[in-house]
């Protein structure tokens, strides 16, 4: 069954340092999503991406992210200066064209020390 | 407005016992109400979804049962088993491909044997 990878499985960095996380969705889906979850708290939306661009985003996403898809397959999530509140799970999804079923990958866990 | 609450944050259930959590939420625009199951370590994944079309929808022995009057969904696990033991989300979104979905606190379920 095809699903969304993500990679690494977990990052760690310092603060202010700048992280990239990766993630290939599902090959046939158009609509990309990075989530984020807090330890021990619920998943946040943070963006969705369509067509090249963003097509919605939370107040989380700040100036501080920004999200890519430099080759067709891969869908990148950028934090240019990593502070330690960013310290959660991101979690990349994608969903076919019709309807809003989102598949997950498994996650990236982010440590900022 | 955008809020899903969720509701036990956990539950115990002894094993063959049926495990009950519930959600409102407040955007009438709201259509499509999917039900995920998270694991320690990974992501969240689809387990059961409704549209409010119908007001009870059954997959085995998961079932969702919805009142759209009421603006609340709930999840029913019938014959709970020890590896039903997991954190649930129920999520709420419109469905159309490209929305992001909302989710509610979640509901960490231990199913003792």
């Known amino acids: 069954e095809p699903e969304v990878t993500q990679t690494p499985s977990h990052q760690v960095t310092q603060m202010g340092q700048e992280v990239i996380l990766r993630c290939v969705p599902i090959s046939n889906h158009l609509y990309f999503y990075w989530y984020r979850q807090i330890l021990g708290q619920k998943v946040e939306f943070l963006v969705s991406f369509y067509n090249n661009e963003i097509s919605e985003k939370s107040e989380i996403f700040d100036d501080q992210f920004s999200v890519e898809r430099p080759d067709g397959s891969n869908f990148t999530l950028k934090i240019r200066s990593t502070k330690l509140e960013d310290s959660a799970m991101y979690f990349c999804a994608s969903n076919r064209p019709q309807g809003n079923i989102q598949y997950f990958g498994a996650g990236t866990r982010l440590s900022v020390l | 407005q955008q809020q899903v609450k969720q509701s036990p944050q956990s539950l115990i259930v002894q094993k063959g016992g049926i495990s009950i959590i519930n959600c409102a939420y407040e955007n009438t625009a709201f259509d499509y109400f999917p039900w995920y199951q998270q694991f320690p370590g990974k992501g969240p994944a689809l387990l059961i979804a409704i549209r409010p079309d119908v007001s009870e929808k059954k997959e085995g022995r998961f079932t969702i049962s919805f009142n759209k009057s009421a603006k609340q969904f709930s999840l029913h696990i019938m014959d709970s088993q020890p590896g039903d033991s997991a954190t649930y989300f129920c999520?709420?979104?419109?469905?159309?491909?490209?929305?992001?979905?909302?989710f509610g606190g979640g509901t960490r379920l231990m199913v003792k044997p």
């Open positions: 999520a709420a979104s419109e469905d159309n491909a490209g929305n992001m979905l909302t």
